[in-house]
């Protein structure tokens, strides 16, 4: 079986990096080190999820994280595997997680770079085998370095990212980042240990027919987005929702459509991160010509005024969202 020449003749991730590397108007090579230290711990993460059945690690450890949700054990792990590559690398001098209460201050004064991580995202998908994700975004910081780190460093609006990107943990293992110039993904070739370029610059469909939502809170929400989902229903799209943001999300990057996390009367600003789920996802979806928004604002413009803080969120294909964002203004 020749099947896998394909891919050991192609384009691998850390070489794809190097000749990109052009791309940054301060290239000095350490934010190509920096993605290649996340893609390192994605492949020991990719091990970890792939025996999670088997080693016992799947499950509850019995703490809560800062939002008071039960943390998995694979999220403690893959918090602990990101943290590490990220403080060993050098190039970083703090990381924001969705693990972590506090900013992790590196003690890194030369590391120029800040990291928005959520490390395993869709943590209530672990034990039933259902893909997960990482989703981390790279900011410059802002004060010099050599001088401690600041609050202003971390809370930076989206627009200022430099690269994000996530991994995807699913029938195959995806790693998919952008640096503001276009969108490439890489399937991981486990017998290899290589990610290879197999999704060269992934462009969104500017309309689609498939919509993402819980509709389980569908009484608690806005009447703008029930008005926006009774539409969608009217013209027979489907619905498709795992439950994984980043999985979600990556189909309908891939075949168009709209992920829609809403404020609901439970969570008036919604349940998914600003600083390290929405803002990464945001860059991408705008390199690959689509569209993130809360409704009112577009997402990257919004100044974070805390760590862990919320965001609705409306992303995916241009035309659904601008359509769904009508709908929500039409009615406030
Ligand atoms: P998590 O960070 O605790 O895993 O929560 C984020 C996840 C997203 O991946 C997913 O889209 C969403 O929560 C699902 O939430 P709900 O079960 O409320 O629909
Ligand atoms: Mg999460």
Avoid at 56 to 79: P, R, S
Avoid at 152 to 160: H, N
Avoid at 170 to 198: D, I, K, P, Q, R
């Amino acid at each position: 079986d020749t099947s896998h020449l394909a891919y050991s003749v192609g384009v691998t991730l850390d070489r794809f990096i190097k000749s990109k590397q052009d791309d940054f108007p301060y290239a000095s090579g350490e934010l190509s080190q920096l993605l290649r230290d996340i893609a390192l711990a994605a492949k020991i993460v990719n091990r970890e999820t792939n025996r999670a059945g088997l080693s016992n690690i799947a499950g509850a450890i019995g703490n809560t994280n800062v939002q008071g949700e039960e943390q998995q054990k694979l999220d403690v792990i893959a918090n602990v595997r990101f943290t590490r590559a990220l403080t060993k690398g050098g190039e970083v001098c703090a990381i924001v997680s969705e693990e972590d209460d506090e900013i992790i201050d590196l003690q890194n004064s030369s590391g120029k770079y800040v990291v928005a991580i959520d490390p395993l995202d869709g943590s209530s998908n672990i034990d039933v085998n259902i893909s997960i994700g990482t989703i981390f975004s790279i900011y410059r910081r802002i004060t010099p370095t050599g001088s401690p780190i600041q609050i202003e460093d971390v809370m930076q609006p989206g627009s200022q990212q430099v690269a994000a990107g996530y991994v995807l943990y699913g029938s195959s293992t995806m790693l998919v980042y952008t640096t503001g110039h276009g969108v490439n993904g890489f399937t991981y070739e486990a017998s290899l240990g290589e990610f290879f370029l197999s999704h060269p610059n992934m462009c969104a469909p500017k309309d689609g027919n498939v919509y993402s939502i819980n509709e389980g809170t569908y009484l608690d929400w806005e009447e703008g987005v029930r008005r926006y989902i009774d539409t969608c229903k009217e013209r027979r799209y489907s619905g498709r929702y795992i439950g994984s943001l980043v999985a979600d999300f990556h189909r309908n990057l891939l075949k168009g459509g709209i992920y829609i996390y809403p404020s609901t009367a439970k969570n008036p600003k919604g349940k998914l991160r600003l600083l390290y789920e929405a803002n990464a996802l945001a860059f991408i979806a705008e390199q690959a010509g689509a569209k993130a928004t809360n409704g009112m604002m577009r997402i990257m413009d919004i100044m974070p005024s805390s760590l862990h803080e919320r965001t609705p969120l409306f992303i995916g294909s241009e035309t659904m969202v601008a359509e769904a964002e009508s709908f929500l203004q039409e009615v406030t």
